[in-house]
Structures are given as structure tokens and as C-alpha cells.
């Protein structure tokens, strides 16, 4: 299977380094989100880390400008009948995710593999909605796509082994480092990150230490180049909580109970660097 194409479901963060990264490997883009402005911000934000890798010297002014054509916006899902291959990276919402998929799967050619970049939701569940579960997978991409080596690849029970192959090669021609999961909640990254990030913020609720102190133990002391409420802001505290509350639901296990405090900052709205405040305050 020949991929020329690849549509993009979401514009954010996450879907625009998916785009971004899609189209430096030559593929031309449908970028689609449901607000103009959220497309617009989002080719926007990939022009600016294209400028600064210019900046350095990694890329040129032409390349950069390459790169920005193969991006086409979209405010329409019917847009994607022109896409070889769909990676959707719209908010970690089951419900919001099962919509997409279902209407992926009338728009869509046959041939056509449909991607969820989700966190956590069992990818048999999403492809449940759909007609071709067996071309359904996960391509679970880290933060920022740009920079993180890794793609998590899952396949579902029903994915078929030429659709796991074919997305392993897409992930290798994005210049990522592909590792393949089973489907349980959580996959590997985050039932091992997620834990820890909110085990942190117990930490924090309990009056362990201060955010300053829990990040610094953590980065000094194992190692790890961020602190952990620090990369909870950078993911967004609302995805924190749904992995948290993915986890809790999947496994029934107490120890993925998600810290009331987590919950209480989501609700008041402090959702980390996305919206300039969250364990830490932004400009």
C-alpha cells in the first residue's frame, strides 16, 4: 500500500507536530479541525518551529517553505476521502473519538487505515464503531512529536497484520523509533507514566514537598529531564485525568485512583502550559 496522503484529525499540539513531522517526510497533509482559528494556530505553530530550525541551520528558507505547502487545511471530515492513511489526534474523549471514527469509516476508502494517536482507550473499543476494525490501530505519538523519537504502535484485536506493518514502516519514515503494545488500558507509556505523575501530585496534596521540591528530587535525583508536575503541565492536566480515569475504570485497581487535587485543578480550569496556569503559572 502506497501512502501519498495522510489526514490529520486535530490541530493541537499533537496534530500539528503529526502533520508537521508527515509532511518533512514528503507526504502531502489534510490538516482538519472544526474551528478555522484551531487550524490556523496550528500551521502557525509549525511555521514557528520551522523558522527556528532554519534559525539553526537545519533546514532552509525553500525547505521550510517545501514543507508548508505539502499543509493543506480543512474544516471538513468529507476531506478526508482524498487521504491514503487518517491518524486522529482530536482530544482524549471516548465518546468524541467513537463519533470520528464512525464517521471515518462512511467517508473513507476501503483500502484506507484510520489511526488513533489516544493515550489510553483500548483500541478494540474505537474500532468497534467501525466496519473495518481491521484496519483500526493506535499510533500513539509522544510530546512534542517533532522532538520525541517514540511512536507506541497498538494493534487491536481484530488488527490485521498487514495494517500493523504498514503503520510500523510510516512510523520509520517519520524518523520515529516504533514499539508495539497490546491493547490494554494505558499501553506501555502511560500506565507506567501516568502513575508516577500522579503519584506526584499526591505528593503535592499531601504536603509532601512544594511543586519546586517534588520536580527537583525527581530531575536531580532519577535523572529524568523534566520533573513530573512540570511534564504534567506540558501534557495538559485534563489529559492527565483521563488517562488517570481510563486506567482507573479498565483495571478496577485502586492504585490508579486519580488525586483529588489533579481533579480539582482540571475543574477550575488550570490545565497547565495550554492554558497558562496549572501546577506552575505561564505567560
Known amino acids: 500500500m502506497e501512502i501519498k496522503t495522510l489526514g490529520v ?10 502533520a508537521q513531522v508527515a509532511a518533512m517526510s514528503g507526504l502531502d497533509v489534510i490538516m ?42 480543512s474544516l471538513s471530515l468529507k476531506d478526508m476521502d482524498a487521504a491514503d492513511y487518517v491518524v486522529e489526534a482530536a482530544t482524549e474523549r471516548e465518546e468524541l473519538k467513537f463519533e470520528i471514527f464512525k464517521d471515518l469509516d462512511e467517508i473513507c476508502g ?9 493515550s489510553s482507550i483500548p483500541i478494540g473499543r474505537i474500532a468497534a464503531r ?8 493506535g499510533m500513539h505519538f ?5 522532538v520525541m523519537e517514540l ?9 490485521s497484520d498487514e495494517t500493523l506493518q504498514i503503520t510500523w514502516k510510516l512510523a520509520e519514515r517519520f524518523g520515529k523509533t516504533p514499539a508495539k503494545s497490546n491493547d490494554f488500558p494505558g499501553f506501555i507509556a502511560n500506565r507506567i507514566l501516568l502513575p508516577m505523575i500522579n503519584e506526584a501530585v499526591y505528593c503535592l496534596y499531601h504536603g509532601v514537598g512544594t511543586r519546586e521540591d517534588i520536580d527537583t528530587v525527581m530531575k536531580l535525583g532519577m535523572n529524568h529531564p523534566m520533573g513530573p508536575l512540570a511534564l504534567a503541565d506540558l501534557i495538559g492536566l485534563d489529559t492527565c ?41 505561564y505567560e
Open 241 to 281: 485525568l483521563a488517562v488517570m480515569e481510563t486506567l482507573h475504570d479498565g483495571f478496577k485497581d485502586s492504585k490508579y485512583r486519580p488525586c483529588p487535587l489533579l481533579r480539582k485543578y482540571v475543574e477550575a480550569g488550570w490545565l497547565g502550559r495550554k492554558a497558562g496556569r496549572g501546577f506552575y503559572e
Open 110 to 118: 476501503d483500502q484506507v487505515i484510520l489511526a488513533t494517536n489516544t
Open 9 to 18: 484529525i486535530g490541530a493541537g499540539q499533537m496534530g500539528a507536530g503529526i
Open 151 to 159: 511512536v507506541e504502535i497498538i494493534p487491536g484485536i481484530a488488527t
Open 32 to 73: 482538519n479541525d472544526i474551528k478555522a482559528e484551531f487550524v490556523e494556530k496550528g500551521l502557525e505553530n509549525i511555521a514557528r518551529i520551522l523558522s527556528r530550525n532554519v534559525e539553526k541551520g537545519k533546514m532552509s528558507e525553500q525547505e521550510k517553505s517545501d514543507v508548508l505547502c505539502k499543509i493543506k487545511n
Open 142 to 146: 509522544m510530546n512534542p512529536v517533532p
Open 130 to 137: 467501525t466496519k473495518r476494525p481491521e484496519k483500526v490501530i
